[in-house]
């Protein structure tokens, strides 16, 4: 029987691209009552207005290579438990 936890680590394993449309279709598939294509739009609307946020100096943000050193760091802390 396969697990949440082996399911997750070949996902792990996958290419960035592959994962970015796994999670996006794990993600639309919490909201039942929506379409995909309504919960598309909805992401592609918070996109809009953060970048919108960003641009007007609302919004902090860091750099890229200070993101991806976090978000390695929480994924191998997870792998840790």
Same mark, same amino acid.
């Given at each position: 029987?396969?697990?949440?936890q *082996?399911i =997750?680590?070949?996902?792990l394993g996958?290419?960035?691209e592959? #994962?970015a @449309?796994?999670a996006r279709?794990?993600? !639309?598939?919490?909201?039942v $009552?929506?379409?995909?294509?309504?919960?598309?739009? !909805?992401w592609?609307?918070?996109?809009?207005? /953060?970048?919108?946020? @960003?641009? #007007?100096?609302?919004?902090?943000?860091d750099?890229?290579?200070?993101?991806?050193e =976090?978000? /390695? *760091? =929480?994924v $191998? *802390?997870? =792998? *840790?438990?």
């Amino acid at each position: 029987m396969t697990t949440a936890q *082996q399911i =997750r680590d070949v996902a792990l394993g996958l290419p960035i691209e592959q #994962r970015a @449309v796994l999670a996006r279709d794990l993600l !639309a598939s919490l909201d039942v $009552h929506e379409s995909p294509e309504v919960v598309e739009a !909805a992401w592609a609307d918070e996109i809009e207005a /953060r970048a919108e946020a @960003v641009a #007007r100096g609302e919004m902090k943000t860091d750099d890229w290579q200070v993101s991806l050193e =976090r978000a /390695r *760091q =929480r994924v $191998h *802390q997870r =792998r *840790q438990s």
